[in-house]
């Protein structure tokens, strides 16, 4: 991380964060995958907080029933680019961050070159089907996945490493076929995309300065109607 360009930016950031851990977040690279209700709030977290480089990757554009729940969305930018709005949108809070936004759906013949250099990729994606590949590319390419899915008012959060079996102890044997989560059928609250999001940002954080506890072979569960939180062992 170079010089400050704005003095002062981080300052709210200490005595949380240390000045050589603030350096070590401006020298980490994050990928994120899908830039809706979770993405487009997980990429301005890291923006804010300091973190140097980040892959923005979605092939999607905005859609009217964005505007109840996704960060990024405004009723002007219907039609435009999630991955370009979003690259706009980390310039404009923090002109520090180098910005690679690629405007593209992920599978598994792209997912391996895209989060090769990385250091954790995010998980914000809304099909069961493309988190196993991913999970398959980070495994791969050795770097932890932070995942997170919401339906309704409920969300999940996991962290998982590439020796981990991951979303095999979640969604069952990836050899059935699976597709769409359950929000298709449910929706999405704005307040629950932002809450996990927040938790997800946090893990990936913490994975970054190597402090704390993740949620490792664990599945965070909150359900907000009730106010219920659990925390399931992956095992």
Known sequence: MGTLKLEGRYDRNFNTLCVEEQKTLGRSKVVVIGLGGLGGSVCEMLA?????HLTLIDGDIFETSNLNRQLLSQENLIGVSKALSAKERVN????????????EYVDESNLYNYIKD????MDCL?????RFKLQDAAKKASIPVVSGAIAGVTGQITTIF????GYELIYGEKSRKLSKGVETKTGNMAYCALFVAALQSSESIKI?????KLLRNEL??????SN???IVKLT
């Open 162 to 165: 590439p020796e981990d079996k």
């Open 220 to 225: 965070l569960i909150a359900e907000l109607w």
């Open 228 to 230: 219920t939180f659990e």
């Open 48 to 52: 804010r907080i300091g973190v140097g």
């Open 92 to 103: 404009a809070i923090n002109s520090e961050v180098i910005v690679n936004h690629i405007i």
């Open 208 to 212: 970054l300065l190597n402090r704390g």
């Open 118 to 121: 990385a250091d954790v990729v």
């Open 126 to 130: 809304d099909s069961i089907d493309t």
